[in-house]
């Protein structure tokens, strides 16, 4: 499995904007999948955005499209996670995830995570 190291994160008011970062030095990173998803208190881990190996192909849910956007970057060592016009509603443990190939939905199905970091929006 591929370790990931996530960054970013913190405490912004509502209306705001969030970069987070995920990144690999394994040279297997540039040939997985990757997603962001978010954890609130009592709440299930849910799908945020996904992006193929390739980086053509992404892929958001519907609660943050049109405010958040996943990318990779050229040498695909590291996946973006730009999150703009950020609400209440978005505050959780923001957490990145890779697996080989396929891009999923599914928190099960991939076996590389990383840290986990607080996104916190104040009213």
């Known amino acids: 499995q591929v370790q990931v190291v996530q960054s970013g994160g913190g405490l912004v008011q509502s209306g705001g904007s969030l970069r987070l970062s995920c990144a690999a030095s394994?040279?297997?990173?540039?040939?997985?999948?990757v997603a962001w998803f978010r954890q609130a208190p009592g709440k299930e881990r849910e799908f945020v955005a996904s992006?193929?190996?390739?980086?053509?192909?992404?892929n958001h849910a519907d609660a943050v499209k049109g405010r958040f956007t996943i990318t990779r970057d050229s040498a695909k060592t590291t996946v973006y996670l730009q999150m703009n016009g950020l609400k209440p509603e978005d505050t959780a443990v923001y957490y990145c995830?890779?697996?080989?190939?396929?891009?999923?939905?599914?928190?099960?199905?991939?076996?590389?995570w990383g840290q986990g970091t607080q996104v916190t929006v104040s009213s």
């Open positions: 995830a890779a697996r080989p190939m396929s891009v999923s939905t599914a928190p099960t199905l991939y076996n590389g």
């Open positions: 394994a040279p297997t990173f540039s040939t997985t999948a």
């Open positions: 992006i193929t190996w390739s980086g053509a192909s992404t």
